[in-house]
């Protein structure tokens, strides 16, 4: 298969030690991909370097066949709003912003009307198990939940790779569980190539293929140990419901519209979980993304501050800090 996402040669260095010494990679269309290795061993960084946080200090990272790495800060900016998709360990929602409008956020940014941006963010409410959550804020929803609304937020962008960091690392097993055959299923649904880093062989094994990363090199290859089972909610695939054809041969303007359904992980206190299944995934808009109509002239609700971009925003200004979605949590650089 051809690859979408390639890194070549990589190096960097924080001063004297070498996170990545030499590191080839390549990520196929679709393909899911976990990189596993012990804290301190390179795979956030190598993480980073593909994605577009960090510029290696050596070698080349190029998606679609185009050298990505010698591009500048507020291209990469772009380019990660755009092109990538990410999930964080926590979340990483805006605490300002009901559930809605944080799924939307990446259009909002892109300069999408807030109305279109909301409404394609609705769509991914109901097949993702959270109907009825819509005008929650993150600190009204539960860990799997608000992880759930991350995995929107990261992929209504139509991403080709989506970067997930410890995706599970917050949740308890079941619920990981869940949350995890939610995020393969969906990017594999929308043809988007998943890398995920994790500690975790459980995750691993729900991926395509594992590289094990130790002193800044790939050690091995190969598939995916066998997991040890996990006591979980039964989440459907489209393999055992519907049959599909393969992403290549799909049109992305007439994506099949697939039953998928998933109990929701017991709610914290205070905390209600939804009772409506899940259903299928978002159907493509009949409106176009960028096609820009009047704006709304109601006020925005809950108004935030636009976080600086190079691209213009359309939405109400706000707060936002630089440990929010728009900035890494580990390294402090903005994605979007």
Same mark, same amino acid.
């Given at each position: 298969m051809t690859a979408v996402l390639t890194g070549t040669g990589l190096v960097k260095r924080f001063g004297t030690t070498h996170a990545l010494a030499g590191v080839d990679v390549a990520v196929a269309k679709a393909e899911s991909v976990a990189i596993m290795g012990p804290s301190g061993s390179g795979k956030s960084t190598l993480l980073h370097c593909l994605a577009g946080i960090l510029k290696p200090d050596q070698g080349e990272v190029s998606l679609d066949g185009r050298r990505i790495d010698s591009l500048g800060e507020s291209a990469r900016s772009v380019l990660r709003r755009t092109r990538?998709?990410?999930?964080?360990?926590?979340?990483?929602?805006?605490? +300002?912003?009901?559930?809605?409008?944080?799924?939307?956020?990446?259009?909002?940014?892109?300069?999408?009307?807030?109305?279109?941006?909301?409404?394609?963010?609705?769509?991914?409410?109901?097949?993702?198990? =959270?109907?009825?959550?819509?005008?929650?804020?993150?600190?009204? =929803?539960?860990?799997?939940?608000?992880?759930?609304?991350?995995?929107?937020?990261?992929?209504?962008?139509?991403?080709?790779?989506?970067?997930?960091? +410890?995706?599970?690392?917050?949740?308890?097993?079941?619920?990981?569980?869940?949350?995890?055959?939610?995020?393969?299923?969906?990017?594999?649904?929308?043809?988007?190539?998943?890398?995920?880093?994790?500690?975790?062989?459980?995750?691993?094994?729900?991926?395509?293929?594992?590289?094990?990363?130790?002193?800044?090199?790939?050690?091995?290859?190969?598939?995916?140990?066998?997991?040890?089972?996990?006591?979980?909610?039964?989440?459907?695939?489209f393999a055992t419901r519907v049959p599909v054809a393969p992403v290549a041969s799909r049109s992305k303007s007439a994506g099949p519209v697939v039953p998928v359904s998933a109990a929701p992980e017991a709610a914290r206190p205070g905390v209600a979980e939804p009772t409506v299944p899940v259903h299928a995934w978002p159907a493509e808009p009949t409106v176009p993304v960028h096609a820009p109509p009047a704006e709304p002239t109601v006020p925005v609700p809950s108004p935030v501050e636009a976080p600086a971009t190079d691209t213009p925003t359309t939405f109400a200004p706000g707060r936002v800090s630089t440990s929010g979605p728009t900035h890494d949590q580990k390294s402090g650089a903005r994605l979007w």
């Open positions: 990538f998709g990410f999930v964080f360990q926590f979340g990483q929602l805006l605490p +300002e912003l009901p559930a809605e409008e944080n799924v939307a956020l990446p259009l909002m940014l892109d300069g999408v009307p807030r109305r279109i941006a909301v409404e394609k963010a609705r769509s991914w409410f109901r097949p993702l198990g =959270l109907t009825g959550l819509e005008k929650r804020r993150p600190g009204e =929803l539960s860990g799997g939940q608000a992880q759930r609304v991350a995995i929107a937020r990261a992929l209504i962008g139509e991403p080709a790779v989506v970067f997930a960091d +410890e995706p599970t690392g917050a949740l308890d097993q079941s619920t990981g569980a869940d949350t995890l055959k939610l995020l393969t299923e969906a990017t594999r649904h929308q043809g988007a190539s998943l890398v995920v880093v994790t500690h975790d062989p459980n995750v691993a094994a729900a991926c395509d293929r594992v590289l094990e990363v130790r002193d800044g090199r790939i050690r091995t290859v190969g598939e995916p140990a066998a997991a040890a089972p996990v006591a979980s909610h039964e989440v459907s695939t």
